[in-house]
């Protein structure tokens, strides 16, 4: 059995001949909390529908919870949680009717959490969906994802439409949903100061592939912004491999690269005969560079 909840392998799918995801590769491990991160119009959603059988790939293979998400079974279903990144609730329902709906559907409901949620997020069972803002229907349509216990939950920008106190609650009700169960979490964004808080993993998707996977660490250990101080005046382009930004005034330049490592710093302190220290990147920072 595999050890990922969701396998992409050379997955391409166009759009009226232009190219949105280009022989993707991707692989999620079970019980991780996963971020998609890319710029707007990257092709996250594309590749969520993708995962979830919404959309069909032109080329390559996509498992889901071991089944095919054209063809998922019912077990599978049961199995899924989804929120998009704007949802289509029916708008006459009261909160309450939404919620006793979504529940028809399935064979085990957890009424605790999903009340629990309801009173936390401020939630009338009485107020018409139709009448709630964008944030009031992002916070049930998250609930309704929930109260079946997925093994995988799939949100598409799950709180752009969220205010900050209700950002800082759907993070923190994460963290505890992968603690309690066996529960993974894949979700996309645009927000790096959310996905820093909550993920153990990323993938940053940049012209239609991957261009980083792997835990967040390993990317803050792999690009990094150096300073050079050199008695002399710099004058040139800085020769270091993995280069990605560089800004030179008078003695000084700082350098932001790709591929760290201690050699990197050893070959610019002996050729600019100076100083050089090297300063950690937040994510907003790395995401950023990598897209300038």
Request: proline content about 3%; aromatic content about 6%; charged content about 30%.
């Amino acid at each position: 059995m595999s050890d990922h909840i969701v396998e992409v392998k050379n997955v391409s799918k166009s759009f009226n001949g232009k190219i949105v995801l280009n022989g993707l590769t991707l692989n999620v491990p079970k019980g991780s909390v996963f971020g998609l991160l890319g710029k707007n119009g990257s092709g996250k959603t594309t590749l969520i529908k993708c995962l979830l059988g919404l959309l069909k790939p032109h080329k390559g293979d996509v498992v889901t919870i071991g089944d095919n998400p054209l063809k998922l079974k019912n077990e599978t279903k049961e199995k899924l949680g989804y929120v998009p990144q704007s949802d289509r609730i029916y708008p006459w329902l009261t909160v309450r009717q939404a919620i006793n709906y979504t529940a028809s559907f399935y064979s085990d409901w957890d009424v605790e959490l999903v009340n629990k949620l309801v009173s936390a997020w401020e939630l009338k069972d009485t107020d018409k969906v139709g009448l709630m803002s964008e944030g009031q229907v992002q916070k049930l349509s998250i609930i309704l994802s929930l109260g079946h216990k997925p093994e995988l939950l799939v949100f598409d920008e799950p709180v752009a439409s969220l205010d900050p106190t209700a950002r800082r609650q759907f993070i923190k009700m994460i963290l505890d949903l992968v603690a309690d169960r066996e529960c993974t979490v894949f979700f996309s964004t645009h927000i790096t100061t959310d996905l820093e808080r909550v993920a153990d993993r990323v993938a940053l998707l940049k012209d239609g592939k991957i261009d980083f996977c792997g835990e967040l660490d390993e990317l803050k250990d792999e690009v990094k912004r150096l300073k050079v101080t050199s008695s002399d005046p710099i004058t040139g382009n800085i020769d270091v491999e993995g280069v990605l930004s560089c800004e030179i005034l008078n003695n000084e330049a700082v350098i932001s690269v790709r591929g760290f490592n201690e050699r990197m710093k050893k070959e610019l302190e002996d050729k600019y005969k100076g100083e050089v220290s090297v300063e950690n990147l937040n994510l907003e920072e790395i995401f950023l560079e990598l897209n300038r």
